[in-house]
């Protein structure tokens, strides 16, 4: 099995930083991608970044120049560091993985809990 581990949300004010992390663990054979996504109250889950297991990466236009995903693949863990951060950017934030499993031929989601970050304004 896979798991995905989250940590690194809490509440800051507008303008702060705050550095997520996410480990993935288990029987992994090969990681495609890792990606945060956030659900804010009565929104739609969307994609805040991406990074590929060659280091491509994509972000949403609304953390473009504010968030930067990085990724250890010696460790399987993703970081998303977010500066300069909004009340707006409030949110449920999600770590997902495209993960190949041993003994799987295509990668399979997974997604972790969900860490809780809180911009006061």
């Known amino acids: 099995q896979v798991q995905l581990g989250e940590s690194g949300g809490g509440l800051v004010q507008a303008g702060g930083s705050l550095r997520l992390s996410c480990a993935a663990s288990?029987?992994?054979?090969?990681?495609?991608?890792m990606a945060w996504y956030r659900q804010a109250p009565g929104k739609q889950r969307e994609l805040v970044a991406r990074?590929?297991?060659?280091?491509?990466?994509n972000y949403a236009d609304s953390v473009k120049g504010r968030f930067t995903i990085s990724r250890n693949n010696a460790t399987n863990t993703v970081y998303l560091q977010m500066n300069s951060l909004k009340p707006e950017d409030t949110a449920v934030y999600y770590c997902?993985?495209?993960?190949?499993?041993?003994?799987?031929?295509?990668?399979?989601?997974?997604w972790g809990q969900g860490t809780q970050v809180t911009v006061s304004s």
């Open positions: 288990g029987s992994i054979s090969s990681i495609i991608a």
């Open positions: 997902k993985g495209d993960i190949i499993p041993h003994y799987y031929s295509d990668y399979v989601d997974y």
């Open positions: 990074v590929t297991s060659g280091g491509s990466t």
